[in-house]
């Protein structure tokens, strides 16, 4: 399981849609570096066990078994993800393991520990999370770690989660090592998520990166450890208190098809308490599989608005336009900005991701 991953939807289609709200993601470590951090990791005594009433684990033959626990498993937009993670030895016996590789999902950038956590948004299975994304949950720049030692092996307490890790080390004299215990600590980690950085260029990742909080949808928590277990939880983020448009539906292609490109209807709500005098709602739809090296494409859908003919709350309004030369693939996440302003002149913007599927 990769941590880049490419995009899930590979088939270009033509029927009618629904959306289904989608996310992006992030957390807050406490780092060395001075950089701001995506994930944040809180004293295992700040939260009492019994909070953590949602699940999953999976044992290994090896003996371990890794645990990734929530203590909900709906959270509003804007607020912290908490997220509990061990690797535990079942074995009365102490278990030594040597790692196969490292894992493509890391707790930090300064973690070496056997296992780590990502964070996929959509819905993902076992079958599908090597087709999705991992989101990054780290701020990317250059971190200050402490010293990383090689690892012969992993040393396991008997029924415990304390962890040593063993590295070869130099013994007398020429290139003679021996195996050293160089720290034990828990194999374990509560950490809070808020959402993801982006990078805005690959070259220079810590140039301009920014960082967005969960927006309303569905997303995938899955932890992995060095021996290939991997468990998986789902958590959804409802539309912050005060976000002023609802998405209600993405429809299209409407007939009669159009060969040029889809035509596709928006419809928006007023879910706020004060009417709305601009409005629009850009869909930002990726390159077609036949020019991958291509640029996101943004179609704005303008919706008929004004001081005269404002959008009251509890009223919904429609736009439709054609998405000139594009198509449209199933299982894929569409960006969508709304931007607007009430009538005294306030703005907002803000971006959801909404999951196009077939209705019928």
Request: aromatic share 10%.
């Amino acid at each position: 399981m990769a941590s880049q991953r490419t995009a899930i939807g590979s088939t270009t289609i033509a029927f009618t849609m629904i959306i289904v709200l989608l996310v992006a993601g992030l957390g807050i470590f406490a780092l060395s570096s001075q950089q701001p951090s995506a994930t944040t990791h809180t004293a295992s005594a700040t939260v009492a066990p019994s909070t953590w009433n949602t699940t999953s684990a999976a044992l290994s033959p090896t003996g371990l078994r890794l645990i990734i626990s929530m203590q909900q498993t709906t959270f509003s937009q804007g607020s912290g993800v908490p997220v509990n993670i061990s690797l535990f030895n079942t074995l009365t016996a102490r278990n030594n393991l040597t790692a196969p590789g490292a894992t493509d999902l890391s707790l930090d950038p300064c973690s070496q520990l056997p296992f780590g956590i990502g964070v996929f948004a959509g819905y993902y299975d076992a079958g599908n999370l090597s087709q999705g994304t991992s989101l990054e949950l780290s701020y990317p720049g250059i971190y200050n770690c402490p010293a990383l030692f090689a690892i012969e092996y992993w040393s396991f307490a008997p029924m415990s989660d304390n962890i040593t890790a063993v590295s070869p080390q130099p013994t007398g004299s020429g290139n003679a090592t021996a195996p050293r215990d160089m720290w034990t600590q828990s194999a374990g980690a509560e950490t809070e998520y808020l959402g993801s950085w982006s990078i805005q260029d690959a070259a220079n990742p810590s140039t301009n990166a920014t960082f967005d909080y969960f927006q309303p949808g569905t997303y995938t928590l899955a932890a992995e450890d060095a021996w290939g277990q991997v468990t998986l939880l789902h958590f959804l983020v409802a539309l912050a208190p005060g976000s002023p448009i609802e998405v209600v539906s993405v429809i299209g292609p409407i007939q009669p098809y159009n060969p040029g490109g889809p035509i596709v209807d928006v419809t928006l709500k007023n879910v706020g308490d004060v009417p709305i005098t601009f409005l629009n709602a850009t869909l930002s739809i990726e390159p077609p599989l036949t020019n991958p090296g291509g640029f996101n494409q943004p179609f704005t859908f303008a919706f008929n608005l004004s001081s005269s003919n404002p959008l009251l709350p509890g009223q919904s309004a429609q736009c439709t336009r054609t998405l000139i030369g594009v198509g449209l693939q199933t299982g894929s996440d569409y960006p969508l900005t709304i931007d607007g302003a009430f009538t005294n002149g306030t703005q907002f913007s803000y971006t959801v991701q909404v999951q196009i599927i077939t209705q019928g």
